[in-house]
């Protein structure tokens, strides 16, 4: 009698909102690899590419296990011809050359420092390295003249581009909730983006607010900031009012990624308590830290919640389900089925996927 040893073969659902990703990922050599090459096409603003790399990595995410073999990756969807070549490279010789010349280059590098100011995307920076922009202080003498958002984001660049630690999103939920209180009792703060699925760090920190008497949220996030600012909490915030009803977002045309939430853009001022030494005592240290606040009438609460928890991913593979697979449309507002020509209640996530066909999927799970 033989035995042959044969590879783990790994298999996975072709839809990210029908796998369970958490944060553990056995794969970093290859997710981050792909990773750069999709934020390469997205800087080009080639966002077909981009998806199709972002699918690649979040395939590989959800393994249970290294790859250690092209073999052990037949079966599995989401891998293109390319993303195929940069993993055969990783495997047989330890780095992906096109992800590393990726990194080196001079305009991937200029793009994402350019990129990395608050306010200032893929379309503006390409004009700017075009320009011969390649740095920031390129930037400060060329004399463009920059927005609100792009001059605050230039002032705490530093500060933004540190990575916000869990204790930091904590000290700012207090902050928000003793704001959304003072100007509106009994009001509900969920943190949500990152920090909901379970992220120890993140860009910046994520809230969705609400209230659960319908109508009394309307009119809050004006309130907030105001309260916010006359505290001293906020170095810049932009505000934008509710759209929905006005909005030519017909059932058939739901929104799609942006939704016409009241929102406010923010980069908050947070103090530290720094100790300094036992006699001097402590001393205030202060930080920018990216806020991003949302209010939601709590009719449409659970479609908001479960739009702005993410990852970003997981949310566009949620409506390309709902879209393909069932004839729905999916936004941070509402699930219309386009069957039966009305939309589909719920008061929680676990309802909407319900509705959708689709297994419950906690946010600790959502790390596509
Ligand atoms: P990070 O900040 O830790 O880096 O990651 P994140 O929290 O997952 O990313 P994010 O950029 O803060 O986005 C959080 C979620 O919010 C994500 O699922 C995408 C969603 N989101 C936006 N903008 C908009 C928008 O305009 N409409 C809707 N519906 N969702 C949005 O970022
Ligand atoms: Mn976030
Ligand atoms: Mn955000």
Same mark, same amino acid.
């Given at each position: ?57 979040? #395939? ?103 990575? #916000? ?10 902050? #928000? ?192």
């Amino acid at each position: 009698e033989k035995y042959f040893l044969l590879p783990v073969l790994f298999s996975a659902p072709s839809y990210a909102c029908k796998r369970r990703t958490t944060l553990k990922n056995h794969n970093t050599l290859l997710t981050e690899a792909l990773s750069i090459l999709a934020e390469s096409a997205e800087l080009n603003e080639d966002e077909g590419r981009g998806v199709a790399f972002r699918r690649a990595a979040a #395939v590989l995410k959800c393994l249970p296990k290294a790859v250690s073999s092209m073999e052990q990756l037949r079966g599995l969807p989401c891998l293109g011809d390319h993303s195929m070549r940069v993993i055969k490279d990783i495997l047989e010789n330890g780095a992906s050359s096109e992800a590393e010349s990726t990194k080196q280059s001079e305009r991937f590098k200029a793009l994402k420092v350019l990129t990395g100011i608050f306010g200032v995307g893929a379309k503006t920076a390409d004009r700017w390295f075009r320009e011969g922009i390649h740095s920031l202080s390129q930037l400060q003498e060329s004399g463009h003249t920059l927005n609100q958002a792009q001059q605050a984001g230039l002032q705490f660049y530093d500060d933004i581009n540190l990575p #916000v630690s869990k204790t930091e999103a904590d000290a700012i939920s207090e902050i #928000v909730e003793k704001a959304v209180h003072a100007v509106l009792p009994g009001a509900e703060i969920t943190l949500t983006g990152g920090f909901r699925r379970g992220k120890l760090t993140g860009h910046d920190v994520d809230f969705l607010i609400t209230h659960p008497e319908e109508g009394k949220e309307e009119g809050l996030m004006p309130k907030v900031v105001s309260w916010l600012e006359s505290q001293g909490f906020l170095l810049y915030q932009k505000t934008t009012r509710n759209s929905y009803l006005e909005s030519k977002d017909g059932p058939g045309r739901p929104a799609s990624n942006m939704d016409r939430f009241e929102r406010c853009l923010s980069i908050f001022k947070l103090t530290k308590d720094r100790c300094v030494g036992q006699k001097q005592g402590t001393k205030q240290s202060a930080t920018a830290v990216r806020v991003d606040l949302v209010v939601s009438p709590v009719s449409q609460f659970a479609f908001a919640l479960l739009g702005w928890t993410g990852s970003k991913l997981f949310e566009r593979e949620l409506r390309r389900w709902a879209g393909h697979e069932k004839a729905m449309s999916l936004s941070s507002h509402a699930l219309y089925d386009n069957k039966q020509s009305r939309y589909l209640r719920a008061s929680s996530e676990e309802e909407i996927f319900a509705h959708l066909g689709l297994e419950y999927i906690p946010p600790t799970e959502r790390n596509a």
